[in-house]
């Protein structure tokens, strides 16, 4: 809007539509209108005002901002002649912490609790007439950490995207919400919501930089709340958490951990590869026919890895842990093969539980999604993973990956153990894992020496292996 009085006009049309009982149309063209319309003789009951989405004012020129702010000031300051007793702006801290909205502290707005969750749903599924498997509800509730416009966008995209799939049974199962997520299209819808949009034009922006770096190197991929010590860390996390990104255990804490699954994959995919361009410069590695060569892509990848990022993930603990690994790779794949060959990559976290709801026992592990023309692809990354940990993903991937009905499936096992490339962990050769492709990447703790032992099918019904090969590092 680029004038007041389309502001103001827009302001009484919307007023007009929502409280027609109130309001009449043309009756609110300008801030005097605004004010002499809420008078406390025209009014039987006190008012109060709630202005979502408020932040979005800020983006407008200096003198719509002041005729709102200066309407609202007004009424403030002769508070006994209006009907307006209180006037709530919803929005980001940091952005309408300013008069005449004095905030002294914030109100950190709960998340829903899955109980809630299931309930909103099963309301859901008694309007619409269909089931919702409990597994799906839960997997909603998981991704989103029970944040309400999370979960409602979850809602839409099943009403919108997945009813006019289903069946005449109208059940919508495990399956079919699985594949629907590990596509880009929920990422599209999220960034077309102005909380979202905003948060990502925020991050983008120079005076952010620091807060990335600190994100990029100790939060994304975590989902366990992180205590920080050092003064300007807490200072940038406290940045992040007024912007959504973050949430922080309590006030009486500095324990921060990533806002929901959700929020993680969009800073991954529409954030980080843009701050951090570095990518293979030759071309993406095809057979004649066009399908991806992708051990070749995961060397060429690796061989671009940001050093600096793997020595700070390795912070508190002896090897980065596996989102590290998941955001670099991601990051890569998005510069280079989505670039120039308009690709699909779509990153997912995944939980695993394996103990009910004890927090003690869930874990989180990352795919990344390949989609083009001729094939789907399915990267499972681990870290420093276990023979029984790595017999347990040769397992699941093949059940992932059918769902999904994934072509291409692929364990990749990050570690800085030396064994991993020196004595490569393999499937059981006992025809249940034809169709599981291996690679295990071995490299220092300062990233300076890097060695890959793989396990890929070269021909159909024939694996090739490659044992303790150097990669050369850019």
Same mark, same amino acid.
């Given at each position: 809007?680029?004038?007041?009085?389309?502001?103001?006009?827009?302001?009484?049309?919307?007023? !007009? /539509?929502?409280?027609?009982?109130?309001? =009449? &149309?043309? %009756?609110?063209?300008?801030? $005097?209108?605004?004010?002499?319309?809420?008078?406390?003789?025209?009014?039987?009951?006190?008012?109060?005002l709630?202005i979502?989405?408020?932040?979005?004012?800020?983006?407008?020129?200096?003198?719509?901002?002041?005729?709102?702010?200066?309407?609202?000031r007004n009424?403030?300051?002769?508070?006994?002649?209006?009907?307006?007793?209180?006037s709530?702006?919803?929005?980001?801290?940091?952005?309408?912490?300013?008069?005449?909205?004095?905030?002294?502290?914030?109100?950190?707005?709960p998340n829903?609790?899955?109980?809630?969750v299931?309930?909103?749903?099963?309301?859901?599924?008694?309007?619409?007439?269909?089931?919702i498997?409990?597994?799906?509800?839960?997997?909603?509730?998981?991704?989103?950490?029970?944040?309400?416009?999370?979960?409602?966008?979850?809602?839409? !995209? /099943?009403?919108?995207n997945?009813?006019? =799939? &289903?069946? %005449?049974?109208?059940?919508? $199962?495990?399956?079919?919400?699985?594949?629907?997520?590990?596509?880009?299209?929920?990422?599209?819808?999220?960034?077309?919501?102005?909380?979202?949009?905003?948060?990502?034009?925020?991050?983008?922006?120079?005076?952010?930089?620091?807060?990335?770096?600190l994100?990029?190197?100790?939060?994304?991929?975590l989902?366990?709340?992180?205590?920080?010590y050092?003064?300007?860390?807490?200072?940038l996390?406290?940045?992040?958490?007024?912007?959504g990104?973050?949430?922080?255990e309590?006030?009486?804490?500095?324990?921060?951990?990533?806002?929901?699954?959700?929020?993680?994959?969009?800073?991954?995919?529409?954030?980080?590869?843009?701050l951090?361009?570095?990518?293979?410069?030759?071309?993406?590695?095809?057979?004649s026919?066009?399908?991806?060569?992708?051990?070749?892509?995961? /060397?060429e990848?690796?061989?671009?890895?940001?050093?600096?990022?793997?020595l700070?993930?390795?912070?508190?603990?002896?090897?980065?842990?596996?989102?590290?690994?998941?955001?670099?790779?991601i990051?890569?794949?998005?510069?280079?093969?989505?670039?120039?060959?308009?690709?699909?990559?779509?990153?997912?976290?995944?939980?695993?539980?394996?103990?009910?709801?004890?927090?003690?026992?869930?874990?989180?592990?990352?795919?990344?999604?390949?989609?083009?023309?001729?094939?789907k692809?399915?990267?499972e990354?681990?870290?420093?993973?276990?023979?029984?940990?790595?017999?347990?993903?040769?397992?699941r991937?093949?059940?992932?990956?059918?769902?999904?009905?994934?072509s291409?499936?692929?364990?990749?096992?990050?570690?800085?153990?030396?064994?991993?490339?020196?004595?490569?962990?393999?499937?059981?050769n006992?025809?249940?894992?034809?169709?599981?492709?291996?690679?295990?990447?071995?490299?220092?703790?300062?990233?300076?020496n890097?060695?890959?032992?793989?396990?890929?099918?070269?021909?159909?019904?024939?694996?090739s292996?490659?044992?303790?090969?150097?990669?050369q590092?850019?």
């Amino acid at each position: 809007m680029d004038t007041k009085d389309i502001f103001w006009s827009s302001i009484g049309t919307k007023l !007009a /539509i929502n409280a027609p009982k109130y309001f =009449k &149309l043309n %009756e609110v063209k300008s801030a $005097d209108d605004f004010m002499l319309k809420f008078r406390k003789n025209d009014w039987k009951s006190d008012v109060v005002l709630f202005i979502d989405e408020c932040d979005t004012l800020f983006e407008a020129n200096d003198g719509i901002r002041s005729s709102f702010l200066g309407a609202i000031r007004n009424i403030k300051n002769s508070k006994r002649n209006y009907a307006i007793w209180s006037s709530v702006a919803i929005g980001p801290l940091n952005k309408i912490n300013v008069s005449p909205f004095n905030v002294n502290e914030p109100f950190r707005n709960p998340n829903f609790t899955l109980a809630q969750v299931e309930s909103l749903y099963k309301d859901y599924e008694d309007d619409d007439k269909l089931t919702i498997v409990p597994e799906v509800i839960k997997d909603i509730y998981e991704r989103t950490n029970g944040h309400a416009g999370l979960v409602c966008l979850c809602g839409k !995209a /099943i009403k919108n995207n997945l009813e006019k =799939k &289903l069946d %005449e049974r109208r059940c919508l $199962d495990f399956t079919l919400w699985s594949s629907f997520v590990a596509s880009s299209q929920l990422m599209d819808r999220m960034i077309m919501y102005n909380t979202f949009r905003n948060m990502v034009c925020d991050l983008l922006k120079p005076d952010a930089k620091d807060a990335l770096d600190l994100l990029r190197s100790v939060f994304l991929g975590l989902f366990d709340f992180v205590q920080i010590y050092d003064e300007e860390e807490r200072r940038l996390a406290d940045y992040l958490t007024a912007k959504g990104v973050l949430m922080r255990e309590n006030e009486n804490k500095f324990s921060y951990r990533m806002s929901s699954i959700f929020v993680d994959g969009l800073i991954r995919q529409r954030v980080i590869p843009v701050l951090y361009k570095s990518r293979p410069t030759v071309k993406v590695p095809k057979t004649s026919d066009g399908f991806l060569k992708i051990l070749d892509v995961l /060397i060429e990848a690796v061989r671009c890895f940001d050093k600096t990022i793997i020595l700070d993930g390795c912070r508190n603990v002896k090897v980065p842990r596996e989102s590290v690994y998941d955001t670099e790779l991601i990051r890569i794949l998005v510069n280079w093969i989505v670039k120039d060959n308009n690709f699909e990559v779509n990153g997912q976290c995944h939980l695993i539980d394996h103990a009910g709801n004890d927090e003690k026992d869930k874990h989180y592990f990352s795919d990344i999604i390949i989609v083009t023309s001729k094939q789907k692809v399915v990267l499972e990354l681990l870290a420093s993973a276990t023979k029984n940990e790595l017999n347990e993903h040769f397992e699941r991937v093949l059940h992932y990956a059918e769902m999904l009905s994934a072509s291409d499936i692929w364990i990749v096992n990050f570690s800085c153990e030396d064994d991993a490339a020196k004595k490569p962990h393999w499937p059981p050769n006992d025809g249940n894992f034809e169709s599981v492709n291996v690679a295990h990447f071995f490299h220092d703790q300062k990233f300076e020496n890097v060695r890959m032992s793989a396990r890929y099918i070269s021909s159909p019904g024939t694996f090739s292996y490659i044992t303790d090969q150097v990669i050369q590092l850019q």
